[in-house]
């Protein structure tokens, strides 16, 4: 078992930055690769990043890259998401999860473990 806890939302104006982290407790260290999802209301929630376990491969959203950067500190069992240059459309609940693979985050992630969310409300 792996528990999550997400910290760092908040409001921002466009343009702006945030940093998320999400802290990992239970079977932890390096096993596992890590990632942030997100979901604005009504509609579906969509992949955002992942870094690999090793933290040497990291995976973006088309619509995310260039402006996020995903990271992790193992010897701390935190990863961290930098915001920058936030839009409006950035705005959702964002979700750290955990899975064996940034492969099985990205295409299937049902087995991953899931934090509770934190919001972040980016206005115009």
């Known amino acids: 078992q792996v528990q999550l806890v997400e910290s760092g939302g908040g409001l921002v104006q466009a343009g702006g930055s945030l940093r998320l982290s999400c802290a990992a407790s239970g079977r932890t260290g390096s096993s596992y690769a890590m990632g942030w999802f997100r979901q604005a209301p009504g509609k579906e929630r969509e992949f955002v990043a992942c870094v690999s376990s090793s933290g040497g491969n990291t995976y973006y959203a088309d619509s995310v890259k260039g402006r996020f950067t995903i990271s992790r500190d193992n010897a701390k069992n935190t990863m961290y998401l930098q915001m920058n240059s936030l839009k409006p459309g950035d705005t959702a609940v964002y979700y750290c999860?955990?899975?064996?693979?940034?492969?099985?985050?990205?295409?299937?992630?049902?087995?991953?473990?899931w934090g509770q969310g934190t919001q972040v409300t980016v206005s115009s």
């Open positions: 999860a955990a899975d064996s693979a940034c492969f099985r985050l990205r295409t299937d992630p049902k087995y991953a473990y």
